[in-house]
């Protein structure tokens, strides 16, 4: 299948790691022209490099902390300047970390919305303006299974990703007059160093050896394995395609049945 991807333009954020790399190589690979960002310059180009070798297609990198409004703006500018133009935007930078509730002080909250849903508004403020100039274009945010499934040690991974969906939704409506389709990927442990992490750091917050809780985990999900990062990438790559053309305003679980709601 063509999937209408060649010469088209593709800023993905957290395009440097784990699922947004994935991402970035897959648009890549289907003709499209890259701009990855992330923080740690070091990380970031030696990523770039990789993907460029990988694909033999043209890939940009411009190191932003999406925390920084100036540095998105400035992020955006140089996709515009490097590229001419830009047709899609792939929100993928930042995890969010279980915590526990009372941990999280009137001073840390606000921090909460930094990991992840703050810097997907950012990076949409600042792309809109030009997307609705384009007359086509996507927007793909990754959200999570937290979402939709509460826990008492996941708060800020439930609020930050419920948001990203209601987001989603709301800025499909926005966008649509403009033939921007806007949709979310909602992926559940997927193999990434962020993954690891995250197990870690669930075994630290329950008391449980980090081994039981991966095997908890993995138990309880259908396919009883971790997703890779590919395999969010793949739903991700047509729902930034002209084959994905009367989708929007939708949330596409890539979770190995996780999800159980309906
Ligand atoms: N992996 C999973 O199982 C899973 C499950 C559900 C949802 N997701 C979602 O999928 C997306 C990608 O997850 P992942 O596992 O691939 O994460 P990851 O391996 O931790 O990679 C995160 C990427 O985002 C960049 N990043 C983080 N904070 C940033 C910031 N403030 N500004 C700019 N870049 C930033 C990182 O680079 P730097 O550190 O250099 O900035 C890195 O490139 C996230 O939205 C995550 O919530 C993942």
Sequence with gaps: MDLGLKDKVAIVTGGSRGVGRAIALA????????????????????AREALARESGADVQAFAADLEDDAAVRAMVAATIAGFGHFDIVVNAAGSVNPADFAALTEALWPSVFEQKLNGYVRCLRHAIPHLKTRGWGRIINLAGVGAR??????????LNNAAVL???KSIALL???????????????????RQDETM????????????????ERLDKLPLKRMGRPEEVAAVVTFLASERSSFVTGAAWHVDGGAYHGI
């Design 175 to 193: 966008m649509a007059p403009h033939n921007v389709l806007v949709n979310a990927v909602v992926p559940h442990i997927i193999d990434t160093d």
């Design 200 to 215: 870690s750091l669930l075994a630290r917050l329950t008391g449980k050896p980090e081994d039981a809780i991966r095997k």
């Design 149 to 158: 499934e509460a826990g008492a040690i996941t708060i800020p991974v439930g």
């Design 27 to 46: 648009l890549l690979r289907e003709g499209a022209r890259v701009m990855i960002t992330a923080r740690d310059p070091a990380r970031l180009q030696a």
């Design 166 to 168: 209601n987001l989603t």
